[in-house]
């Protein structure tokens, strides 16, 4: 896959992010959740095959540079280093969103639970869950 193709794909990441982080969250249904989550574990493989290399540094910059191209303007700023994390990333943004319903947080268990390697996060979304209840 071409560095191009790489940095157009992690700007489609940067896009959901951004999107986890405004109203239209409460559009995001089962499938949406599941695509962002793809796209989240998409950016941590990009992650374990740039960190170390001699190129790190120039996809860093670039990294850097996608998000001041969001629309609307975003505070989200990426790094090759956040990448590793994205997932977590992820699903921190939902859960402080409140316009994240909590019906959506369950769906969002439910998909994490599917994961074993997700555990941390799992807890996470549990305690959010039921500190709204």
């Known amino acids: 896959m071409s560095a191009v193709i790489i940095i157009k794909n992690i700007f489609e990441f940067a896009k959901i992010l951004s999107s986890a ?3 239209d969250v409460e559009k995001w249904n089962k499938a949406s959740i599941q695509n962002a989550l793809n796209w989240s ?3 941590e493989e990009i992650y374990k ?13 670039k990294v850097n540079q996608l998000t001041l191209f969001l629309e609307p303007v975003s505070c989200i700023r990426l790094s090759t280093e956040s990448l590793g994390k994205a997932k977590y990333l992820l699903v921190e943004t939902l ?5 994240f319903p909590l019906s959506s ?3 969002l268990r439910d998909i994490i ?9 799992l ?10 209840k």
Do not use: T
């Not at 859960?95 to 316009?99: E, T």
């Open 21 to 23: 982080s405004r109203d």
């Open 123 to 132: 807890r996470k979304v549990i305690i959010v869950i039921l500190s709204v």
């Open 49 to 61: 095959h740039v960190i170390g290399q001699d190129f790190e540094d120039d996809v860093n910059q």
């Open 41 to 43: 574990e998409y950016c």
């Open 95 to 99: 859960l402080s969103n409140p316009k």
């Open 113 to 121: 639970q599917e994961k074993s390697e997700c555990a941390w996060i």
């Open 105 to 107: 947080k369950f769906i």
